[in-house]
């Protein structure tokens, strides 16, 4: 039996025929079963790739009549066997494209970095030519959104890899109108405009080269707001510098008789630049002395023992803040360059480690080869290689998990890594790890009068407690609600106050600017699953009082064990606090009052803007 993803989704005999598959779904059930290689596809996961999040009440009939429909279509030869909480799919023998181009971009990377290159591009080639269109092509729309961003991902990086391959040889000439029309779908991917130029040089086209690095810039600047990496910055100065003939690789910065190639060679460490990328203070620090004094006593340690040191609390408590504080203050501990990476983009997406691991390597002055951009496993031996016995500050802000971080983690104990989450991670010990609480009221009102005047709330100090009431012992907004009173001298305190007081509108006023504190609490709830969304939601309309599970599962139509887990999970996400225990031993949890708002608000919008168009 052949499978066929990377286009329309199809299923052949032996023989070629094509067997008949009627409708989206069914489509999609089978390349669901087939994208999990082996394991167990649960009923949510389907009915969120047929449906979304507005599944029919008669979705686990559906999906039963789907699989049915495919055993009958594929026959006995392919099973597909009901596991909870799911399904799963045995096809012994069968050949799937995806599977096999996999197979061959691996193999064609590797014959890649060993610099075997025709027997890269011919790999490659037969890797690419399995694309039969867009894949998944007659799938839903729900299928589509979730799994085509990473095939396409694998295609490009794997056309980049033949593109390098073929220049590598001297292809350049044939090479060059391809690369143009990838530029212009592409314009912001950096290797391909790197390889368009070398082609152009080594076709005698130095004013086109340079025309394409000039046109990519003001791209990334205009879309991105970004300056050009390392692969084109460097391709540039071999354009300048001639430095780009058939010896040389594109996007790879040329060698020269002044740079020593070898990291290991004399001179090679000391011609590095110290890397410097601890940002700008926040503004003056109030607060947190006895957390500020223990980082700096356990980044300042050097008895040999690994430094990996977590911050933790909930979104706004102000981890950013004090792992900036406290990096800074031990930064002469660090000779060798202090490092900080934000591990989520704007929208609260989390970044992969091999993206990280490029930008780190290229600020410690180690850009990888363009063919170890999409291997994580080189990029972590290069890393690794590249930092042992070097004494670094590695500030990882915003980690989701330990599966993230465990790539980034430098390769010795001379370094000291500082971690900002808001779970705690099993990587790191209890006794590293600063759990940030919310802030006291009279804490609140030190942070309020560092940032308008101490004057300002004397004059009305009702007011004033009034504020730091209604900004529920979050840093962040405080920090906003100072900013908005700073910006508008004139307002008494109370006047802000009574627009603070509903709280309908509170969480639309808790914003300035760039920040707003409910967008910064979404970013949390986004990474929840459906289970825990629900108990959020669900109990968003209780009030303040701690509750036990029993109670959670009275209001959500739960079993108990289900409500318990749910609510440890968002314990453990920093969307709740326990609050002791009952007279039976049970947990009690607790809101704090801007998340009960934000849950008692919430859209699917909201939580999954991709799901809603």
Known sequence: MDFRLLGPIEAKRGGGSTIPLSGSKV??????????????????????????????????????????????????EIKIVRRQPGYVLRAPGAW?????????????????????????????????DLWRGTAL???????????????????????????????????????TAELTGLVAEHPVRERLRAQLMTALY?????????????????????????????????TYQAVLGGGLGLGASA????????????????????????????????????????????LRARLGREDGRPRRLLITGMAGAGKTALAVRAAQDCAAHFPDGQLFVELCHPDGAPKEPAEVLVRLLRALG??????????????????????????LLLVLDGAVGDRQVAPLLPGGPESAVLITSQARLAR??????????????????ELLASLVGRGRLDADPDAADDLVAYCAGLPLALHVTGARLAARPHWPVARLAARLADPGTRLAELSYGDVSV???????????????????????????????????????????????TALDTLVDRALLELSGLDSQGRPLYRWNDLVRLLAASLTTRDAFPSAVR
């Open 27 to 76: 489509h999609t059930v089978l390349a669901a079963l087939l994208l999990s290689e082996g394991r167990v596809v649960s009923d949510a996961r389907l009915s969120a790739l047929l449906w979304g999040w507005d599944p029919p009440a008669t979705a686990s009939a559906q999906i039963y009549t789907y699989m049915s429909r495919l055993r009958k279509h594929l026959g006995p």
């Open 96 to 128: 799937i494209d995806l599977t096999e181009f996999d197979r061959l971009d691996r193999l064609g990377r590797e014959a890649l970095a060993d610099r075997r290159f025709d027997e890269a591009g011919t790999l490659l080639r037969d890797a690419l």
């Open 137 to 175: 092509a007659n799938a839903t729309e729900q299928m589509i959104e979730a799994e085509l961003p990473r095939l396409e991902e694998a295609r490009m990086i794997a056309l980049e890899s033949r593109i390098e391959a073929d220049l590598a040889v001297g292809r350049h000439e044939q090479v």
């Open 202 to 234: 080594r076709c005698g086209r130095q004013a086109d080269a340079l025309h394409t690095y000039y046109e990519g810039r003001a791209v990334l600047a205009d879309q991105l707001g970004v300056d050009p990496g390392e692969a084109l910055g460097s």
């Open 251 to 294: 996007g790879s910065p040329p060698a020269t008789a002044d740079a020593p190639q070898d990291p290991a060679a004399p001179g090679a460490a000391a011609a590095r630049a110290v890397p410097a990328m601890l940002p700008a203070p926040y503004g003056e620090f109030t607060g947190r002395r006895a957390e500020l004094a223990g």
């Open 366 to 391: 180690e850009p990888p080869p363009a063919a170890a951009f999409g291997d994580l496993e080189e990029l972590v031996r290069l890393y690794r290689t590249r930092t042992s016995g070097a004494r």
């Open 428 to 445: 790191v010990a209890g006794a590293d790890t600063t759990a940030l609480a919310l802030v006291d009221d009279e804490e609140g009102l």
């Open 518 to 564: 409910r967008e910064a609490l979404v970013h949390s709830v986004r990474r929840l699953e459906e289970p825990e969304l629900a108990a959020l939601t669900g109990l968003a309309d209780g009030d303040a009082e701690p509750f036990c599970a029993q109670y959670a599962a009275l209001v959500l139509g739960t079993a108990e064990e289900e409500a318990e």
